[in-house]
């Protein structure tokens, strides 16, 4: 029996979050290789990744079981003259 690669969980639950699975891909740095997600510490390394990416929490990625959860963005004050 093959061995699911946790990464494919990974991109289901940003695909269904709005990040598309190319999209994903893309800020994943040029050496990326999915075999890496086979390693508990290679599928943090993405997560991470993809956490710092599109801001959201690392926590929910962790979390295969969790929603996807998106970090606010700190309000810019405006520019005053």
Not at 1 to 14: G, Y
Not at 53 to 59: E, G, H, K, P, V
């Amino acid at each position: 029996m093959a061995t699911v690669n946790p990464i494919q969980n990974l991109f289901a639950r940003l695909n269904e979050a709005g990040i598309s699975t190319p999209v994903a891909r893309k800020s994943l740095p040029s050496w990326w290789d999915d075999e890496i997600a086979l390693i508990p510490s290679g599928l943090q390394q993405a997560q991470m990744y993809l956490a710092r990416a599109f801001n959201i929490s690392l926590a929910s990625l962790a979390d295969p079981n969790a929603a996807v959860i998106f970090l606010a963005s700190p309000q810019q004050k405006p520019v005053t003259h």
